[in-house]
């Protein structure tokens, strides 16, 4: 009972919990950035490869 009681008052505890809290929350806005710009990139490079495609076929018909 006396450890439950002495884990209760320390702050040192609640700290480590507050961080951990923060660092996950950080974690989760990394991440959905990250998505949000890796589709775009995507989009990017889909975009290009089928002009490319399309530029090569165009030279290689000529």
């Given at each position: ?51 490319l495609q399309a530029a090569n076929k165009v030279k290689t018909t000529n």
């Open positions: 009972m006396k450890f439950f009681k002495k884990f209760i008052r320390n702050e040192k505890a609640a700290t480590a919990i507050e961080y951990g809290l923060i660092a996950a929350l950080i974690a989760v806005a990394g991440i959905a950035a990250f998505r949000s710009v890796g589709s775009t990139v995507s989009g990017t490079f889909t975009k290009v490869d089928t002009e």
